[in-house]
């Protein structure tokens, strides 16, 4: 991941590390450059892992200059940022999900789902609930077994995702890792409410099917 070329600007200030990044954002678009340094350290990593995750190994490769893209476009779209509508880190991940998204469709590997939600009107499951869990429980005395079992788990995890196809691993990548919500993600996408349950819900099935060795051994330590 290479870093984003920037004009030079004056050293961060402390108090622009403790500033929300809808305020940093603001400052940057009235000319702070400083303030978009502190977005950039914040959020590259986040970002990035989310562009490369969305696009899935056959498109790893470019992954950088979508990462790159997305940036372009927050700083061209500085100007236009509202906090008022959704937070920062939901406009710029929208921006990254939609370049990789169009990238996908590019490069002819885009699976489109178009299923129905089930009549299970039961809030949509967690997967990785159980598995954060019990590493967090492992964490604090991991022996040599189980720090295996996690590194591997993780490997199959990230498979299971590059399985998915890609609206339903945006759907899932954007919710239980950057944290958005149905309602959020439905207004982001700009797709209806029962369209982004549905690709969590398949998204979740597949998943946990794909990583039913792992989960059964979870469930057995439970």
Request: net charge negative; with cysteine; aromatic share 8%.
């Amino acid at each position: 991941m290479s870093a984003l070329p920037r004009a030079p600007s004056a050293k961060n200030a402390p108090e622009r590390q403790a500033m929300p990044d809808d305020q940093l954002m603001l400052a940057y678009a009235q000319g702070d450059a400083a303030a978009f340094d502190v977005l950039y350290a914040r959020h590259e990593g986040g970002l990035f892992r989310f562009v490369k995750r969305l696009l899935g190994a056959r498109l790893a490769a470019q992954a950088d200059e979508v990462f790159q893209d997305t940036w372009v476009r927050i700083i061209s779209a500085r100007e236009s940022f509202s906090p008022q509508g959704a937070t920062w880190r939901t406009w710029a991940f929208t921006i990254a999900h939609n370049l990789a998204m169009d990238r996908l469709r590019v490069s002819g590997r885009e699976v489109t789902l178009q299923a129905h939600a089930d009549d299970d009107d039961s809030p949509v499951p967690t997967l990785e609930h159980g598995v954060r869990g019990a590493a967090a429980d492992a964490a604090s005395h991991p022996s040599a077994e189980e720090l295996a079992f996690w590194r591997a788990a993780g490997r199959r995890l990230l498979a299971c995702l590059d399985e998915l196809p890609a609206e339903q691993r945006a759907a899932f990548l954007l919710h239980h890792e950057d944290g958005l919500t149905v309602e959020a993600l439905a207004a982001s996408l700009e797709i209806g409410f029962e369209t982004v349950r549905s690709r969590l819900r398949y998204g979740l099935q597949k998943l946990r099917g794909c990583m039913e060795r792992y989960l059964s051994v979870l469930e057995k330590r439970a």
